[in-house]
């Protein structure tokens, strides 16, 4: 099946650690993104990036670290300077085809940092 | 950054009724985009607009892009209990590379 994983579904970590979400597609897709949500809220910009080895900083991206090496994967790293961590993660990827701005998304990490 | 306008905030209504929304924004945007989120999943698209005007539905659901290209509109016939969830609609801008979001809209359904 195509699709998006992101892996686990809930994380715990304790303060000052540092910690990595994975985000994986296998739809070919060049775009992919990382959002944050907070309870009740919508979604943030956290970092984009349209093609292999390149990304730019969304909205929200201070605390925040990613790497794209390969089309596949775009996993995001947690860092301690996060000062509020705990919160919903969303990633996505969008084939960016002609007009084509649709962007569908994983189920989403769970992040607790106490 | 960009704002959307998402309205209302929530809603709480009978099963069986119709349900509308609305985004409004200040800017001019080339793609509409409705999606549907449960609690604890990641959004689900629902309905893809990309022209002013266009008219798209998606079983009980249509959605609208304004003839402005200020504003987009969704609707809901006959609601079922499994509609229940928080609606988004995102749009972009002419030239942007990412997506700018409403804050949702949480519908609730009375059985």
């Known amino acids: 099946d195509g699709g998006i994983t992101q892996s686990p579904k809930y994380l715990f970590r304790k303060e000052g650690q540092n910690v990595t979400l994975s985000c994986e597609q296998n739809?070919?897709?060049?775009?992919m993104y990382w959002y944050r949500q907070d309870p009740g809220q919508g979604l943030r910009l956290i970092y984009y990036s349209q093609i292999v080895n390149d990304f730019q900083k969304g909205d929200i991206a201070e605390g925040y670290s990613v790497s794209r090496e390969k089309k596949e994967s775009f996993p995001l790293t947690v860092t301690s300077a996060q000062k509020n961590p705990t919160a919903f993660y969303l990633c996505?990827?969008?084939?960016?085809?002609?007009?084509?701005?649709?962007?569908?998304f994983g189920p989403g990490t769970r992040l607790t940092v106490t | 950054g960009q704002q959307l306008n998402q309205s209302p905030q929530s809603m709480f209504i009978q099963e069986g009724e119709d349900v509308s929304m609305n985004c409004t924004s200040s800017s001019i945007f080339n793609t509409w985009l409705w999606y549907k989120q449960e609690p604890g999943e990641g959004p689900v698209l629902l309905i893809a607009l990309y022209k002013a005007g266009e008219l798209t539905s998606n079983g009980r659901l249509t959605a609208q892009f304004g003839i402005t290209r200020k504003d987009s509109f969704l609707n809901i016939s006959a609601s079922i209990p499994s509609d229940v969830g928080i609606y988004f609609c995102?749009?972009?801008?002419?030239?942007?590379?990412?997506?700018?979001f409403g804050q949702g809209t949480r519908l609730t359904i009375n059985p």
């Open positions: 739809l070919n897709h060049d775009a």
């Open positions: 995102a749009g972009q801008l002419s030239g942007a590379q990412k997506l700018v």
């Open positions: 996505a990827s969008s084939p960016r085809q002609g007009n084509s701005y649709e962007q569908y």
